[in-house]
């Protein structure tokens, strides 16, 4: 009997460890994108569309903007000038 809930234990805590690795390292990789993405030091630009800044190196240049994508181009382009 108390064997059985040592091995039982033993599972238990073996698949709790598998988790935490799992999880950590989707983490860890999730991490590692956003600076990659950021670039830390990179200039960052504001698209005048959806007021959003990104980095420069990530960014659509467009008529003299950067925008984060096609669409807000496309919106802010096609709007009549002011």
Not at 29 to 50: H, I, N
Not at 55 to 66: E, I, Q, T
């Amino acid at each position: 009997m108390a064997l059985r809930f040592l091995l039982f234990f033993a599972l238990v805590y073996l698949f709790v460890s598998v988790l935490r690795s799992v999880f950590s390292w989707r983490r860890q990789q999730r991490d590692l994108r956003r600076r990659e993405e950021t670039k830390l030091g990179e200039e960052m630009v504001l698209d005048p569309q959806c007021q959003s800044y990104l980095p420069k190196g990530s960014a659509l240049l467009r008529g003299g903007f950067y925008f984060c994508s096609e669409q807000c181009a496309r919106l802010y382009l096609a709007r009549p000038p002011s």
